[in-house]
């Protein structure tokens, strides 16, 4: 079984930019969370879609926002890039059938931002 | 509002001994989750243990245990007999049973297991 894909690894943008970020979830899973993960402020969530509606969102400027198709597979859009959007980008997904499910992460997406 | 608390950035361990890593947390619920994950430099996070706060019983998996303190609010992670493929960065998380999809996540671990 595949685990969870992030497109693309690693990425470079510039300031003003926007940029999309793509999580294709284990198959089966329906729930997908987005996290950032920064040296200074660690591991941050993001949001988290089920059925594709946004069921929670974390504490970020709309200039983040995300969306989740009817595969389940999602993807994160950061507009007008800042230099401090400079982060590890981590999608995990689960099967979100009783609460104690544990989350899959895939292996992210850096972005640097100049 | 729920916090996580990692207090040792670093820590390192000779291989085949036991190392503990500390974790305390905050929140006003009675039924929660908490877990460690493991990052290596490949940046997958990977689930080592986890544990559900209405169990009084401590989770084990392997060589991971843990000690889990409810009325201290605190939570550690043991490894014993550590291998070298245990260096990696460790996160404590807390998910409330009311929102279990979102984590929050401590500040992190870095453990080094030494040849």
């Known amino acids: 079984k595949a685990g969870v894909t992030q497109t693309p690894r690693y990425l470079i943008k510039t300031r003003g930019q926007q940029v999309t970020l793509s999580c294709s979830p284990i198959?089966?899973?329906?729930?997908v969370s987005w996290y950032q993960q920064t040296p200074g402020q660690g591991l941050q969530f993001l949001f988290e879609y089920f059925s594709e509606t946004q069921r929670n969102k974390g504490n970020f400027p709309g200039r983040f926002s995300g969306r989740q198709f009817s595969n389940s597979r999602s993807e994160m859009n950061v507009s007008t890039l800042e230099l401090g959007d400079s982060a590890l980008y981590l999608c995990?997904?689960?099967?979100?059938?009783?609460?104690?499910?544990?989350?899959?992460f895939g292996s992210g997406t850096q972005l640097s931002v100049l | 509002a729920q916090t996580v608390t990692q207090s040792q950035p670093e820590m390192s361990v000779q291989e085949a001994e036991t190392v503990t890593l500390s974790c305390t947390y905050d929140?006003?619920?009675?039924?929660?989750?908490l877990f460690w994950y493991k990052q290596p430099p490949s940046r997958q996070m990977i689930l080592v243990i986890r544990?559900?706060?209405?169990?009084?019983q401590n989770a084990t998996e392997n060589r991971f245990s843990v000690n889990f303190q409810k009325a201290a609010k605190s939570f550690s992670l043991k490894i014993s007999d550590s291998q070298l493929g245990d260096t990696a960065m460790y996160f404590c998380?807390?998910?409330?049973?009311?929102?279990?999809?979102?984590?929050?996540f401590g500040q992190g671990t870095t453990l080094q297991v030494k040849p």
């Open positions: 198959s089966g899973h329906r729930s």
């Open positions: 995990a997904s689960r099967r979100d059938e009783v609460p104690s499910e544990k989350l899959f």
């Open positions: 544990q559900e706060a209405y169990k009084q």
């Open positions: 998380a807390f998910s409330s049973s009311s929102n279990t999809g979102k984590l929050i």
């Open positions: 929140t006003s619920e009675s039924n929660y989750y």
